[in-house]
């Protein structure tokens, strides 16, 4: 923190949808967010990242695939998240040549260096002068990309990653329609649930999911 500056961000070494995250605004907070890093994370016990802030116009998931015949990009996934967990995505999302093609580049790098066949959910900062940073990723298929299963394209983020792990060939991904999707958080955690499918299901062209997390 002394280094990064104040205000930071601590999140786990391995974590998801914001579980152990916080924030800093005053020396104050640094150790409840040692502990909230330490209690909320999934792995990496005895260590927690530290971010700066950063300024961007907007964030995007390019999800990229390595497989057998070499590594493949998805069109650009839109998306909004809050407190670090996801509330909906749309693809395609529209960026210049030059951003799309900075982001390839670093998602080609990264996922080469950490290895292995499957689908990856890589998260960039874009700015409105055409600079894209680096964010985040995930080894798998990624919330943001919840969305491919609107059909959006021609395989699901779910079938390319089974195709991926499995060694089997993968050839053109095609956008087919532009998508949306967006998820419905429940307000607390109970067994006795009810569902209202029938207005959701009125509207033209919409698909219902449900699932634990």
């Known amino acids: 923190v002394a280094e990064i500056g104040i205000p930071c961000v601590v999140k786990p070494v391995m974590s998801s949808s914001g579980h152990g995250q916080s924030t800093i605004k005053s ?3 640094i150790d409840n967010a040692w502990t909230v890093s330490q209690e909320g994370g999934r792995a990496g016990s005895g260590k ?9 116009d907007y964030e995007i ?4 695939v390595r497989h057998c015949a070499g590594t493949t990009f998805l069109k650009p996934v839109g998306h909004h998240q809050v407190d670090g967990d996801y509330r909906e995505s749309w693809q395609p999302y529209t960026i210049s040549d030059e951003a799309l093609k900075s982001a390839q580049v670093m998602a080609d790098k990264i996922t080469k260096a950490l290895t292995g066949y499957g689908i990856w959910g890589v998260e960039f900062f874009l700015k409105k002068d055409g600079n894209v ?14 969305v491919t299963l609107a059909h959006t394209t021609n395989l699901s983020e779910f079938e390319l990653h089974f195709r991926a792990v499995m060694g089997l060939p993968i050839h053109d ?10 998820v419905v958080l429940s307000p607390g955690s ?10 959701v299901l009125a509207e ?3 698909r219902v999911r449900i699932f634990g997390k």
């Open 61 to 64: 998931t390019l999800l990229t």
């Open 27 to 29: 020396a104050e907070d």
């Open 190 to 199: 109970d067994t006795e649930l009810e569902y209202n499918l029938k207005d």
């Open 48 to 56: 927690v990242i530290v971010e700066g802030f950063v300024k961007f």
């Open 133 to 146: 940073l680096f964010s985040e990723l995930s080894p798998r298929p990624h919330d943001t990309g919840m």
């Open 204 to 206: 033209e062209c919409s």
């Open 173 to 182: 991904i095609r956008l087919e329609h532009s998508g949306a999707s967006a």
